[in-house]
């Protein structure tokens, strides 16, 4: 039988779950829109991670709401979330990718970002709100023993990693009026896109 605390933990986990998937949902809509609007490789690179995250958020929140009911036993949550970490890992180094191509082209064709006001104010609020996230996934996580959510948890640290990173380049894009910043802004996202995307895939083929 499982343990009672296991499911209350679990529940816990859900509630978080739930509201860090509705801000990606936030962040994907504004992101992409601003980045796309503003010509912003950054702000749409920071959209499109959202999307994502909202693909591993909702496979977890799966995860732990079968976790609360019993239905399933351990061997079908591990080939659950191998295979969503699988599917996001070869996404995000698509999107890595993505980034280096499109950045490349910005460069070439000197494509300058416009500035966002949403987009700065969007970068800011993830800051603030998604390391309180990743503390609570971490906490519950640890109480639960479930490193699928205490990596959830890491993800939302890297994502506000991102957060400031993009701060930083949209400000920078401010003050420094260059076409260039626009590609050159987006590079230090790859760092954490990539190692995002590659620990996905190691996590994916980690032995049982």
Known sequence: MQDMNTRVFASQGMVVEIASIVWM????????????????????????????????????????????????????????????????????????????VTAGLDIIFRVAALPSNWGLALAVASGIIMPLLASLKIRIGGRMCSHALQSDGACSKVCAYMAWTLIAGLLLNRLVDAWWLNGVVALPLLYFVITEGWEAVQESRRPT
Do not use: C, K, P
């Open 25 to 100: 949902a936030i962040e994907a809509a504004v992101g992409v829109g601003t980045g796309v609007a503003a010509h912003s490789l950054a702000l749409t690179t920071f959209g499109a991670d959202s999307v994502v995250e909202l693909v591993a958020g909702g496979v977890l929140l799966w995860r732990l709401q079968v976790e609360v009911s019993g239905r399933a036993t351990a061997g079908r949550l591990e080939a659950a979330e191998r295979r969503a970490n699988a599917v996001v890992g070869a996404a995000l180094l698509v999107l890595a990718l993505y980034i280096l």
